[in-house]
């Protein structure tokens, strides 16, 4: 039996309607800037999308370019600069960054409220707390994209495999928090973790979040749960018109006819990475129109 395919684009779309009908109501002009450091090839795709987005949005949008060998007091002034320029309302700066540059410094001089990516500590400590505030785009679209297909979490058993600051640790608190989106029960795994089919293979909902091509099989995944892919991953495949594809964490097998629903990669949390980052940026220009 086909499994229920958890599609992107659709859920996307209706997200980017609701965003042009609010701005058009309000009369914002949501602003985005992008920083991008070095020519990593993933990276520079990751940032178009962005660009296309605000401009389907009619949202102000710049991105700014910098050599791979940027200084760190260069990068953190031209955050400065952003932070105060009060046509920009959200501030991203595109990971990876080079391995000179500190992740933890550079995300730490964005200001809070410009923080649309929800990596800030102020932000990730108020999703600790339960509290309102910006919370990081990949979580947040996996929690937009289950709910939108009506697979509620609450009272059921979530694998999260995978423990980064980006996706894995946010994800397990805003599944876990009280009220609507939450109220799972959440197990959150890695590559380090014990005997790790027995302990994924007993859980309702799988999330896979290691950035690792098909580390998950039908070994990890029980039939009838539901996958959720984060990864995406370039593989060489000399057959693909561009000498490669992308494919998920999860091995196909153990998606289609064997989950009962599952995301596709590509077509799936990518798209709702980028409508929560438009999500995001909108309603920290309304935050901040509020406020004058």
């Not at 919370?135 to 947040?140: E, I």
């Not at 790790?196 to 039939?223: K, Q, T």
Request: charge should be neutral.
């Amino acid at each position: 039996m086909p499994s229920l395919r958890l599609a992107g684009a659709a859920v996307r779309d209706a997200v980017f309607e609701d965003l042009r009908a609010r701005t058009a109501a309000s009369g914002l002009k949501p602003g985005l800037a992008v920083i991008l450091v070095g020519d990593d090839p993933a990276s520079q795709a990751y940032v178009r999308s962005k660009g296309k987005a605000c401009e389907s949005l009619g949202f102000h949008h710049v991105t700014h370019r910098l050599p791979a060998d940027t200084a760190e007091p260069e990068l953190l002034a031209l955050i400065g600069r952003l932070n105060r320029d009060p046509e920009i309302h959200g501030v991203l700066v595109q990971i990876p960054l080079p391995p000179h540059l500190s992740a933890e410094r550079v995300q730490g001089a964005v200001d809070p409220a410009k923080d649309v990516d929800g990596l800030h500590p102020e932000n990730l400590g108020r999703l600790l707390a339960g509290a309102d505030g910006i919370v990081p785009c990949t979580p947040l679209g996996v929690s937009v994209l289950l709910a939108h297909h009506g697979i509620d979490v609450a009272g059921r058993h979530v694998a999260v495999v995978g423990r980064s600051v980006i996706v894995g640790r946010p994800l397990a608190m805003l599944l876990s928090r009280k009220g609507a989106g939450g109220d799972a029960t959440v197990t959150l795994c890695h590559s380090r973790t014990p005997d790790l089919p027995a302990v994924v293979s007993g859980c309702d909902v799988v999330v896979a979040a290691l950035g690792s091509p098909g580390f998950l099989d039908r070994r990890h995944v029980a039939r009838g749960a539901v996958v959720v892919d984060v990864g995406i991953n370039r593989v060489d495949d000399p057959g693909a018109e561009k000498g490669h594809r992308l494919v998920g964490d999860v091995a196909p097998e153990a998606l289609d006819g064997w989950a009962a629903a599952y995301t596709p990669v590509p077509g799936g949390i990518g798209l709702m990475t980028i409508a929560m980052l438009m999500r995001n940026t909108y309603e920290a220009a309304a935050r901040r129109a509020a406020r004058a």
